[in-house]
């Protein structure tokens, strides 16, 4: 057996009025929104008492999401450092294909992402960026060069 596709990726987020602003200005649409709470949800992540809200987020062409979640109960814990490195060990980065990325940047920052390095070329294929999102995570863009 394998598996069907890949459905979605999870972020926790502290704002997430911020992380919907930042992805819907990145050009994802919102899928829809809930809150979640209840014993089920308790058993399935492990957590006691979990309420939060959640917003799915998908790219135009329908075929990745973002789950970015707020929790109310158990409060959210920092991860430590609070913005680590792109080499840390677990989740590294969200990466997507844009068409104009100093548009994109420039938008962005106006929701407070900020590039960690700098917006380089890699040969004649991309343009390529590292930007620090909502609640610390790590954004990279691609342009395809024609």
């Known amino acids: 057996m394998t598996i069907q596709r890949m459905d979605n990726v999870g972020i926790v987020v502290d704002d997430l009025d911020a992380a919907i602003a930042f992805f819907t200005e990145l050009g994802m649409e919102r899928e829809g929104e809930a809150q979640i709470e209840g ?6 992540v492990g957590l006691d ?7 799915l987020m998908r790219t135009p062409d329908g ?6 979640m707020k929790y109310h109960s158990p409060a959210a814990i920092g991860a430590r450092p609070q913005n680590p490195p792109p080499n840390t060990l677990g989740l ?3 990466m997507f294909a844009v068409d104009d990325i100093d548009a994109t ?5 106006r929701h407070g992402a900020e590039l ?9 294929s991309y343009r390529l960026c590292y930007l620090r999102g ?4 790590i954004v990279a863009l691609a342009e395809q060069l024609s």
């Not at 014993?39 to 399935?44: E, I, K, N, P, V």
């Not at 075929?63 to 970015?68: D, P, Q, V």
């Open 92 to 94: 590294h980065r969200v």
């Open 63 to 68: 075929h990745s999401k973002l789950e970015l």
């Open 39 to 44: 014993l089920w949800a308790d058993r399935t």
């Open 105 to 109: 940047v420039a938008r962005l920052r």
């Open 134 to 137: 909502p609640a610390g995570i």
């Open 49 to 55: 008492g979990i309420r939060s809200d959640i917003a």
């Open 116 to 124: 960690l390095g700098e917006l380089v070329q890699y040969q004649d």
